[in-house]
């Protein structure tokens, strides 16, 4: 069992930022935190942005946005699966942790959201997509196992929408969500708030859906019917090699956020009739996007550097510190940001190991994050033939380079769909040695030299198929950082 060294919790709440006050009394009462994970759903693909095929369909999403925090600039770090759950939960970066490919198991002693709320007081409960385990996508992941999560209705990593399967408590009998999977684990997150609001305890729940993540044709055949592929309207950056593929796939993608926008509107009423709305800090966001045919790049893919990749929704209520007014946040939010955010405005202390910053400070402030960088990386790229990256994204630009050399700077406010790299232009040449400067700067805070992919997998002693990934078939050897110890320096 892990010890985490916590000031005194009384302590706690007297000297740092007061979590809320009661209405009724002038006892503090901690926040409920409940985080909305979706899966592969891009930043850009949002009613509030101004995506054509969802203004007016998402009216619960839509509304989040316009009476909260929308951290307009969200980046995930490492944009697949596992990186992101890593360093979500951890506030470390996949370089520091060595969780930077799917498929690998996160040490048992890694100190996690989870835990740290849990230390503090709260009860916690995980629902839906899990992908840390790194023991068998399909197998079940025992509490030892499950990172300081104590309610448990969750599985490894499936696709299988309609037939998609869990494990809860102490068993490992496998079970199935009936119908559609986000419509029964919200029905299940809804339970859990019912039964836990106005507790003794308040509570950490992070809900995760699979969706929108392809098989795109798996969404309900009656959302479908709102979208045809002769109507889709695709982002412009979209090469025609890829228009009439980008299309068929985007009917799928956007009737499972029609499903999901329903999902978080059963979600905030049921929060509204438990009391319980304005004591709760809510998050809707994604752990990477889709490229959907953008910058030529193929529907399904993410991992790449590009805003469509890259660039994931961050919306945040929390009525009791923030009122229901519409707040719009420049400064980018890296994921490995998150977790002290949350700590934060729940009136905890920053753990030591965590690297990422409180971001809550440019909520009312936006002066205080203005010259934030946002790094993204991908150590061992495994989705097709890439080369190794490292860049940052600020509220303006975007920088990126390979081992080779600098890859592309774009400058948003101008250039919002990427076109225009300004690489080698004249007059950008001061632009880029600042985003160059900006870069290693990150870097170093991260304590990353970015290296050629070999020295990771051999600093971390990862065994790779051909394809470059961990092997997740039948029988396939498990790894992990904590399990590959032989090939650590």
Known sequence: MKT???????????????????????????????YVLTDQWRAQSTGYNGDPNLIGK????????????????????????????????????????????????????????AELFKEAGYQTCYIGKWHLDGMGRFEFTPPERRQGFEYWKALECSHNYNNLHYYTGDSDEKKYWEGYAPYAETDEAI?????????????????????????????PEELQKNFSPDNIILRKNVNEEMKERAKKESVGYYAHIL?????????????????????????????????????????????????????????LRYPARFGNKKMVVDAPINTPDILPTLLTLAGL???????????????????????????????????GKADEYRGIYTSRYAYVKTL??????????????????????PGYEELQKDMERMLNRE????????LPREYYIDKWGYRLTEGGYIDYSAGAEFQGPGLNKSGQD
Request: charged share 20%.
């Open 349 to 383: 202390p920053v753990h030591d190991a965590i690297e990422g910053e409180d971001m809550s400070r440019a909520i009312e402030n936006k002066e205080e994050a203005a010259d934030k960088a946002a790094l993204i990386m991908s150590v061992s790229p495994f989705a």
């Open 58 to 113: 998402t009216p619960n999403i839509d509304l989040l946005a316009a009476q909260g925090v929308n951290f307009k600039n969200a980046i995930s770090v490492c944009p697949v699966c596992t990186p992101y759950r890593a360093a979500l939960l951890t506030g470390q970066y996949p370089t520091t942790t060595g969780m930077f490919m799917n498929d690998l198991h996160l040490p048992e002693e890694s100190v996690t959201m």
């Open 191 to 219: 339970s859990y708030i019912r039964e836990n609001a106005g507790g003794d305890k308040p509570f950490l729940m992070v809900l995760a859906w699979g969706t929108p993540h392809f098989p795109h044709h798996t969404a």
């Open 259 to 315: 499903a999901l926008d329903s999902c978080m509107g059963k979600l905030q009423n049921a929060l509204e009739q438990a009391g319980i709305s304005e004591n709760t800090i809510l998050v809707f966001t994604s752990d990477h996007g889709e490229m959907m045919g953008s910058q030529g790049v193929r529907p399904k893919q993410k991992q790449v550097p590009w805003a469509e990749s890259v660039k994931v929704p961050f919306l």
């Open 4 to 34: 985490i060294c916590l000031i005194p919790i009384a302590l706690v709440f007297a000297v740092l930022l007061p979590a809320c006050v009661n209405s009724d009394s002038a006892e503090t009462v901690s926040p409920n935190i409940i």
């Open 404 to 425: 080779e050399g600098p890859w592309f700077l774009f400058d948003h406010e101008k250039d919002p769909l990427q076109l225009d790299n300004l690489l080698g232009k």
């Open 443 to 450: 870097l170093a805070r991260a304590g990353d030299e970015f």
